[in-house]
């Protein structure tokens, strides 16, 4: 039987779809996010002079959970367009971003390397940019929904670049997280 599916049975697959990849993406962000100390919880960071236009700490996650669930949004929406040509390299491109965006913290907070971080920040952009251009060949609305991420990743490469700028030696200001703030 070869039908074409319902206006209906293609929401329902495109829900499927974003109830798989939503928690997915947010999940793994937030053991990223507390794979060490980070944010207001990490002393050295505490410690580092910020440029001016630092959002306040409780911001960072509130913003990061936002982004998640867009992109997630998005990649499901690419996800859900079977048949389109090149699907599949957009999803790589989409998870090679997004496994370098997950490395950040780690490279930042617990390692302290801040020009690693900021070098991190322009790569995440690059294939992010790429996923985005990707996604837009494929259902314009997913490139949509990847837009504000982009614009945050510029933001958060101007922190770090900033945060590097104003704290010339922090990499050896204190020890790099050694333990996990994940508790089993």
Same mark, same amino acid.
């Given at each position: +039987? ?10 329902? /697959? %495109? @829900? ?9 993406? @947010? $999940? $793994? ?5 507390? /794979? ?9 960071? $505490? ?6 236009? #630092?959002?306040?700490? &409780? *911001? ?10 867009? #992109?997630?949004?998005? *990649? ?20 090679? !971003? ?6 950040? #913290? ?13 070098? @991190? ?11 985005? %251009? ?9 490139? &949509?929904? +990847?837009?504000?991420?982009?614009? &945050? *990743?510029?933001?958060?490469?101007? @922190? #770090? &670049? ?10 050896? %200001?204190?020890?790099?997280?050694? /333990?996990? !703030?994940?508790?089993?």
């Amino acid at each position: +039987m070869s039908a074409i599916a319902s206006r209906r049975q293609l929401h329902v /697959s %495109l @829900l499927r779809w974003v109830c798989v990849t939503v928690p997915f993406l @947010l $999940l $793994l962000g937030f053991l990223s996010g507390r /794979s060490v100390p980070a944010g207001d919880q990490n002393g050295w960071y $505490l410690a580092l002079a910020k440029p001016a236009g #630092t959002p306040p700490g &409780w *911001l960072f996650p509130a913003v990061w959970s936002l982004l998640y669930v867009a #992109t997630g949004v998005a *990649l499901a929406v690419v996800l859900n367009a079977r048949g389109a040509q090149g699907r599949w390299v957009a999803v790589l491109a989409f998870a090679v !971003q997004f496994a370098l965006n997950l490395a950040w #913290t780690p490279v930042f907070f617990g390692a302290h390397h801040i020009a690693a971080a900021a070098v @991190l920040v322009a790569a995440i952009f690059v294939v992010a940019l790429v996923a985005t %251009l990707l996604f837009g060949r494929i259902r314009p609305f997913a490139a &949509w929904l +990847m837009v504000p991420y982009l614009a &945050w *990743l510029c933001y958060a490469g101007a @922190l #770090t &670049w900033g945060i590097g700028h104003l704290n010339p030696g922090a990499e050896s %200001l204190a020890p790099s997280a050694t /333990s996990t !703030q994940i508790i089993p």
